[in-house]
């Protein structure tokens, strides 16, 4: 009995192992697939244990460095393989939906530190100029075509989009050079939180019990995360007294609470819209609304968010 188990287990794992390797594959074509890698390991973690899906993604990798190459193997080895176990592990043994995206996202962030630093090592590669240079080619490329266009096919919105491009191209290079970390924050709670919904959503298919998250309306922040942040600032004021450049950490903790309080705000914001009494169109209709305002209005909902996090206006007990 317990041979059979075992032999189901395998097969099951050789079979996400092929996924796995079929998604490497397809990223190569669609880059967007490379962050739903974790996912069929996780569905696997969940069915047979979390050793089972380590197994299939270290089969994974060897057979993409055969196929792939090994610099692809790398990549997915060090960004994203991390990430998986540390959604799968959070999901065997049952934690939080909030607390298993935490653990997924402090994963990538520390992956993606590490594959910046082999880059820079191993290959002289400068991550971020490099980020920052194919940006710059990419804004000039689309200059320079909307600028060759024919006499006959220039209209003024064209002349518009080409001003647009030499006033958003320096502003990228900005961030991309001086923003990076807290880019990177965002981007590693993304990765994580798109994850953990897809296979939550995709476990009901196999009748798997992974914890459904409440959705972003009872998502809350620690009430203690401003002063860890204010404690961080004043950290780097003290640092500038020692006569060290602290300009881009202060300006990335401005930027990483000001979008923390956005996403609490909107959190705010989509958690009465979902406690309101009218009818699901109603509701639909505001929430795309308040998803759109956000451009325009953002220092509102990032005022929101401190209130919530100041007094509960949600009276919500629950935080990551």
Do not use: W
Not at 149 to 154: E, F, M
Not at 292 to 314: E, K, W
């Amino acid at each position: 009995m317990n041979r059979n188990i075992k032999t189901s287990s395998l097969t099951e794992s050789a079979m996400i192992t092929g996924i796995l390797v079929v998604i490497a594959y397809l990223s190569s074509f669609a880059t967007v697939l490379m962050f739903f890698y974790p996912t069929p390991a996780i569905i696997l973690g969940k069915r047979k244990g979390l050793k089972y899906s380590v197994l299939a993604l270290v089969a994974s990798s060897l057979i993409v460095s055969m196929l792939l190459g090994l610099q692809t193997a790398i990549m997915f080895t060090i960004m994203y393989t991390p990430l998986a176990i540390a959604l799968t592990y959070g999901v065997c043994k049952d934690e939080d939906a909030n607390k298993t995206i935490l653990f997924g996202a402090a994963a990538y962030m520390i992956s993606f530190l590490v594959f910046i630093l082999l880059l820079n090592t191993i290959m002289g590669i400068n991550f971020i100029e490099r980020l920052a240079e194919m940006y710059e080619q990419s804004f000039a490329m689309t200059r320079d075509l909307l600028s060759d266009a024919p006499g006959s096919l220039r209209t003024e919105q064209m002349e518009s989009m080409v001003e647009n491009i030499d006033e958003m191209a320096p502003l990228m290079n900005f961030m991309v050079t001086n923003l990076f970390p807290a880019i990177m924050i965002v981007a590693s709670v993304a990765t994580s939180y798109i994850n953990y919904i897809i296979a939550s959503k995709f476990s009901r298919r196999f009748s798997l019990n992974i914890k459904q998250h409440e959705g972003i309306g009872h998502f809350s922040f620690p009430r203690n995360f401003i002063i860890a942040m204010a404690g961080l600032l004043l950290l780097s004021f003290l640092l500038s007294a020692l006569d060290i450049n602290v300009e881009i950490i202060q300006l990335n903790l401005f930027i990483i609470v000001f979008v923390a309080m956005i996403l609490q705000g909107f959190a705010v914001l989509k958690f009465f819209i979902d406690r309101s009494n009218f009818g699901k169109v109603i509701k639909t209709i505001l929430l795309v609304m308040v998803v759109y305002m956000s451009i325009y209005f953002s220092p509102i909902y990032a005022i929101v968010g401190l209130i919530d996090l100041t007094i509960n206006l949600r009276r919500i007990n629950k935080a990551v």
